[in-house]
Structure formats: C-alpha cells, structure tokens
C-alpha cells in the first residue's frame, strides 16, 4: 500500500530538515548540541505539522541511539516503566544513550511524568517531549526544570515553498506526473503553516484529478477542499482556527458568537482545561482594567473546571465566556507592558536610583542607598511625589488609560495624585 506523501517525504537528515532554523540552522543551539554528539534532555514545543516527531528520530539517527517513542494518549504509567526497564536492561549492547520521544506530553497526567523523573535525573534516557501546549502550564516542575523547552515556529511562506517543490520534484510519485503550478495563495494559506497539512493537501489534489495534466491554482484548491474538508484538517480547525474565533468574538463584544465557538469546542471534544487557560487570557488581554472582575471570574471558572469535570463544566465555561463577551473592553495593560518592554530592549539596564535601593547594610547605607526615600503611609492621603523611574526616563508616560468608566476612575485619581504627569 502506498504511503501518504508526508510519510514518503519525511526528512531523515537535518540537511533535507526544512523550517526551525533558530534552532537547527548553522550555529543554532540544537544543531552544536546535535553536532557535539552531547544531547540533554529537552521539550519541543509548538504547533501540529512543525517537525517535532521527525526532528527527534532525526536526532535518534545521527547519535546512533536506540529510539523509543510513547503516544501520552495512549500510554499509562506501565508502559513507561516498561520501556524505561529495556532501556536500563539494554545499555550495556546499546552504543548511546537511549532517547524516549513521548508525543502530546502534556496529556500525562502527574503520576505519569513523575515516572520519568529517576530515569532522565540519571541518565538512563535522555527524555524528548512533543506538545502544542505551553509545557509551563501542563508539565509538572520537577521534569519541567530538568528540561530545557525549545520553541518551534509554523513554516513559513519560503519554508512552504520549499516543501512543495520537493514534494513535487523529489518524491518518487509526484515526479512522474505533469505538474503545473499557477498560484500558491490558497494552498499555503489552508496549510496554515503545518508542514503535514501542506502534503495532505497535494496528496488529496493529485489523487482526486485524473487529468494528464495536474494544475494547482487557488480555484482548485479552494474547490477541492470544500468538497473533502476531513481530508486536510485533522482536527487543525477545531483546534487553532475555532479557537480563534471564539476569541475574537469575546474581543469583539459579541456572546451569542462566543457561546456558539464555545458549544463547537464541547461538542468536538477539546480539552475544557484548554478552554478556561484562554479564557484566563482573554481577561487580562481584552478586557483588563475595564473590568477587573473579569479576570478574578475567569480564574474561578479555571479552578472551578478542574475540581468539577465534566460535563457540568461546560455550564461554567458558558457563564464565563458571557460575563467576558459582554464586558467592556481595555488593552491598556497589555500595551503597557509591551511598550514598557520595548522600552527596556532600547534602554538597556537603567540603575535603580539610590533613594529606591535596598539598604540591608551598613555599607550599603553609607553609599546612600535608600536615602531620601519617602514612605507613602507617612503623608497625606498616603502619596508623596518623588521619582520611581530611572533617571534617563524620568517623566516616561508608559501606561495610558482608555476610555470606559473603570479606567476613567483611574486615571482621575492619578491626575489627582500627580497633576498634570496623568493628564494624556
């Protein structure tokens, strides 16, 4: 039976490895680590289609290690112990350190990842984990920081590029047939950066067209699709394009569309914990000092989803995704930080001026750290103006109020407080 194009084209070297080139280009930290022979153990995170699986039996390949792999889906506690148990029995036939690709990490549960801590504190394997979701919220701390976390990006337009003229000139089927391509806008933009879903895409083309000659242009592919859309999803849309759109439609003020992308999500089966983390987000992100509440709701219905379950969780999810949808909306904060960010990327590290110093010594007292700092609770209204950023931005107005009633109020009692400093 023939294999699907992604199986028949998928890189066993990191020379024929397209896309990640932070970190497997020339020079790039996995790549010395790779070419040192010398590989810790670490954690691939990014979205579906980017190279995780093939990268780690890449790596399998080019230190000649054993290479055993577990699905976190389909795996318990015993299959881990299992596969740890070879591992240990076999190295004294084995030539390198055994690696253990473990796909959707972040599905183990904690007594699962507890497994791995002895084996990969020791050595017995070096431990590669795959997942789609932020390791910081779904991987336990102990294996977290035993782990170092490399970030994979969605291919780009040029990596697409490059991947499609493989496909079509390299594989040893497409290269017989008479390909023409026309247009690529369409067919990269239902890729969506997924390097898997890119190949299902031409495989399902060139196996529904009969025609001598094959033309791919966005009419076709746009059509094609539409007729079979199962055949390039794999569950992609339910999980990054409905996500979207449930949260555009809490940004854009409207629950009747939020509640709908809600109740697609329970209904295809998402993660409610996935669901409630972008709620949590969605608070702080959107609707901010608008409406602080907002984010103390959303933490609840985070807890509340974790001691509830299912399905009476989907009743929290709905009174949150409502009460968020139908706040006002605030970005101030989210650009405050950005802008404050940035601020320190040009600035560099400001000295902290000495009157806002830590003063634990003597000595330190003697430089006059901490001199001539007022302690607020000792004046009026608990407030006394003085300096409290570094001297080079003295003055910087960094945070700036938007207009709805909660910021308003802020922002009046700021210009109380420092007159016209607030008054933006």
């Not at 394997?125 to 997942?131: Q, S, W, Y």
């Not at 791919?216 to 759109?245: C, W």
């Not at 999810?317 to 940035?342: C, R």
């Not at 320190?344 to 009157?355: D, R």
């Amino acid at each position: 039976m023939l294999q699907p194009l992604a199986e028949r084209l998928r890189p066993k070297t990191l020379d024929e490895y397209i896309g990640q080139e932070h970190l497997v280009g020339k020079g790039a930290v996995l790549r010395r680590m790779i070419d040192a022979g010398q590989v810790s153990s670490f954690i691939l995170w990014g979205p579906p289609g980017v190279g995780k699986t093939t990268l780690a039996k890449i790596i399998s390949n080019q230190l000649d290690a054993p290479f055993y792999t577990l699905s976190a889906i389909h795996s318990g506690v015993k299959d881990v112990r299992d596969v740890l148990d070879k591992c240990r029995n076999n190295r004294m036939f084995q030539k390198g350190r055994p690696i253990l690709f473990i796909d959707e990490i972040h599905r183990f549960n904690k007594s699962q990842q507890d497994s791995l801590l002895g084996a990969v504190e020791n050595g017995t394997v070096t431990l590669i984990g795959a997942t789609t979701e932020n390791p910081s919220f779904e991987v336990i701390r102990p294996l977290l920081s035993r782990c170092q976390v490399y970030v994979l990006k969605s291919l780009t337009a040029k990596n697409l590029e490059k991947l499609l003229d493989r496909a079509i000139h390299e594989d040893s089927v497409l290269k017989e047939k008479d390909i023409e391509i026309q247009e690529t806008d369409a067919l990269f933009r239902f890729s969506g950066g997924d390097a898997r879903k890119l190949l299902n895409i031409i495989d399902l083309i060139v196996n529904s067209d009969d025609s001598k000659k094959i033309i791919f242009n966005d009419a076709v592919v746009t059509d094609r699709l539409q007729e079979n859309p199962a055949a390039y999803d794999k569950g992609g849309e339910m999980h990054y394009d409905i996500i979207s759109a449930f949260i555009k439609s809490i940004r854009g003020s409207d629950p009747d569309g939020a509640i709908y992308w809600l109740a697609r999500m329970v209904a295809g089966g998402e993660d409610p914990k996935f669901i409630a983390r972008r709620l949590v987000i969605s608070a702080a992100e959107d609707i901010g000092l608008a409406n602080p509440n907002a984010l103390l709701l959303a933490n609840a219905c985070f807890d509340a989803i974790q001691n509830i379950g299912w399905p009476e969780g989907r009743i929290i999810l709905a009174e949150a995704t409502i009460y968020l949808a139908s706040s006002p909306k605030s970005n101030s904060a989210y650009k405050a930080i950005g802008d404050a960010l940035q601020l320190v990327e040009q600035t560099g590290n400001l000295p902290v001026p000495l009157h806002l110093r830590n003063a634990p010594t003597s000595l330190m007292k003697e430089l006059d750290y901490g001199k001539d700092y007022k302690y607020a609770h000792d004046y009026e209204n608990n407030f006394v103006k003085q300096q409290f950023l570094p001297d080079q931005l003295n003055g910087k107005s960094i945070w700036h109020a938007q207009s709805n009633p909660a910021e308003s109020k802020l922002k009046e009692h700021l210009k109380h407080l420092w007159g016209d400093r607030y008054n933006k």
